[in-house]
């Protein structure tokens, strides 16, 4: 039996750790070394675990002089001074949870605690910007040397409250007198680093410093965070095997089995393929393709701003925007399609240059996955755990089987016997449209299955309600609610809804689908 020994840095976001403790380390040392030498004041946003505290902790590590923790790694061969600054580095995902304005001043303050120890205070600091500014002067005055400033996840305290109307704007008030230092202690900065998921336009970081440079979208900057594909194949090669061995298939066989459930993330208009880093080390790790991302729920924030905007779930599957519909501060959101892209649920998949252009998708099988079980109870009122429990398997079983009959059958018999009725009614009643509502729901079901499926498709006909794609055949599906199944299947063939896959090479069926509102389950079908 082949045993991996290679230790993972799971939850280890401490450089100095890491490479003290002999975990693996995929070297972005060159990319960290050419991002100080781009802006004296620089900004990233990447999702949640993608390693943007152990971006911050690396650049910790090289400001503060500590070249023994470098040896062997590809800055060695660009940095020539190894100057010793003092770094003020604070972590504002410790201060989420508080309650109130002040909770969040106090749990600031406790973080500058530490370095008032080093540094000193004096007795007229109070507010935590006072008590900053006075330790960015203190820190210069006494090491003759500029200071680092390096803040990671700024925004974490603000996105558990990014729905309440209340607490929002005096928790931004706060987070806001902390970062005004900033731009007036420049002469005493060396260098400025900020990371975060979303971008408050109307916090001082991006409202004063006039001069902060947002690497977010840069090309040459798209791997610094996660792990690239050529990274994959090579600092990985040897787990890749491992793991082949346990899934009895061959190394080139499990590493298309991992890009397909942790790749497919794209940070720029020529990013490489990127995997998520979290959830990759879990997967080596244990030995298995698990979903380690999804091990916490969907961001509430992120669920209530869906809601807010009453986002069409549906439409996420392809989306073609500019950059200033995804890329934009989080106060001028109309949409929740920024923090969807910001929060790494949708990422970019590719760019057109002659229209400026970018294609969004969900990033891949974890995410669709993931993603579609936590939105299942939100939009359509049904349990995961109900719908996992027997009718995912039957039905999964009959659409492999090109069983559509069967796998309709099922899913007439789920609907019918769906728990918590009155929930189910009330998203009914809530939707814009009750084939609308029908629509996503099965969207949901496909997409929770890993299975492909596509609503509102256009065809030089119209628009079909779903096309599913299956490895052997493509099911064109019309849904009628209170009508017939024979009218559905007539729009079908009237309107060639399914004329653009007749070429694929794939078995295409096509079914009308009746649904019916008082019992709120499949009616009747006709299956062509």
């Known amino acids: 039996m082949m045993v991996n020994e290679r230790r993972y840095p799971i939850g280890v976001q401490t450089f100095s750790e890491i490479i003290k403790g002999g975990y693996v380390y995929v070297d972005k040392t060159d990319l960290v070394w050419k991002m100080t030498k781009v802006s004296k004041y620089a900004f990233l946003n990447r999702p949640r675990r993608f390693g943007k505290s152990l971006l911050s902790s690396t650049l910790h590590s090289f400001f503060a002089g500590q ?9 060695m061969q660009l940095e020539q001074e190894w100057t010793e600054y003092p770094v003020l580095h604070f972590d504002m995902s410790t201060a989420k949870g508080q309650e109130s304005a002040r909770g969040l001043q106090e749990r600031i303050r406790l973080q500058l605690k530490d370095y008032t120890r080093i540094y000193g205070k004096d007795e007229d600091e109070v507010t935590p910007g006072s008590i900053l500014v006075g330790l960015i002067k203190r820190a ?75 690497l977010s979208m840069r090309p040459d900057f798209s791997a610094i965070c996660g792990i690239t594909e050529e990274e994959v194949k090579t600092v990985f090669a040897e787990d890749i095997r491992v793991m082949a061995g346990k899934y009895e298939c061959t190394p080139e066989e499990m590493f298309l089995k991992i890009k397909d459930r942790y790749d497919g993330y794209h940070f720029s208009k020529e990013s490489p393929d990127i995997y998520n880093p979290f959830s990759l080390l879990n997967a080596f790790d244990d030995g298995e393709l698990s979903s380690g991302w999804f091990a916490s729920a969907t961001p509430s924030y992120l669920i209530q701003q869906m809601k807010h905007f009453r986002t069409d779930i549906t439409s996420l599957e392809i989306l073609e925007e500019p950059a200033d519909a995804f890329d934009i501060p989080t106060e001028a959101m109309t949409t929740a399609l920024p923090l969807l892209y910001q929060s790494g649920y949708l990422t970019i998949k590719s760019y057109d240059r002659e229209s400026e252009m970018y294609t969004l998708s969900i990033p891949n099988q974890e995410v669709r996955i993931g993603y579609t079980k936590g939105l299942l109870p939100i939009f359509t009122g049904i349990e995961v755990g109900y719908t996992q429990k027997g009718f995912a398997l039957k039905f999964w079983q009959a659409l492999r089987k090109n069983n559509l009959e069967q796998a309709l059958q099922e899913m007439k018999a789920f609907l019918a016997a769906v728990p918590y009725v009155e929930g189910f009614k009330k998203k009914l009643e809530e939707a814009a449209t009750a084939e609308g509502f029908y629509e996503y729901t099965l969207w949901l079901i496909f997409n929770m299955l890993n299975v492909y499926a596509r609503t509102q498709v256009k065809c030089a006909g119209g628009r079909t309600d779903m096309v599913v794609w299956m490895p052997d055949a493509i099911y064109v599906l019309e849904l009628k609610v209170n009508g017939t199944a024979k009218e559905a299947l007539d729009q079908i063939n009237a309107k060639g809804y399914a004329a653009p896959y007749v070429t694929d090479g794939r078995r295409v069926v096509k079914a009308g689908i009746c649904f019916n509102i008082d019992t709120r389950t499949i009616d009747d079908w006709i299956i062509e």
């Open 67 to 75: 070249k023994e923790l470098f040896e062997g790694l590809k800055v």
């Open 140 to 214: 210069y005055e006494q090491t003759n040397r500029q200071v680092v400033v390096i803040i990671d996840e700024y925004d974490a305290p603000l996105l558990e409250v990014l729905h309440e109307e209340e607490n929002l704007p005096a928790f931004r008030k706060v987070m806001q007198e902390f970062y005004v230092p900033l731009k007036a202690c420049d002469p005493y900065i060396k260098f400025c680093f900020i990371t975060g998921i979303t971008k408050f336009s109307q916090l001082s970081i991006f409202s004063t410093i006039n001069n902060l440079k947002n």
